[in-house]
């Protein structure tokens, strides 16, 4: 696991970071999108959406594209404040083994 650059490993799951980037001379305001073992994506910041919900999107949009968009997806802030991790539920992945 880093923390860094919001690596995990679990079995059979994956955590898709956001990370916020301010706008410059050239480009306006994005969210920087990474997942282990893909290239990261970069959106335009959703500014018609609060700043959780941005995250959330930009982050659905990443996983719509990698064929992950199926199911539950939960997140939340990192502890540093610089973005947010997502990961998809167990109940999605293995309904199954639920109450086991």
Do not use: N
């Amino acid at each position: 696991m880093k923390t860094e650059s919001c690596t995990f490993r679990t079995t059979g799951r994956v955590a898709i970071c956001t990370q916020y980037r301010g706008p410059t001379d050239t480009r306006g305001a994005r969210i920087r999108v990474t997942c282990e073992h893909q290239k990261a994506k970069t959106y335009p910041y959703p500014y018609e959406l609060d700043q959780g919900e941005a995250h959330a999107s930009c982050a659905a949009m990443y996983a719509q594209e990698h064929g992950w968009a199926e199911g539950h997806w939960v997140g939340g802030a990192l502890p540093d404040g610089k973005g947010y991790a997502f990961v998809r539920t167990i109940h999605d992945l293995w309904p199954d083994r639920i109450g086991k």
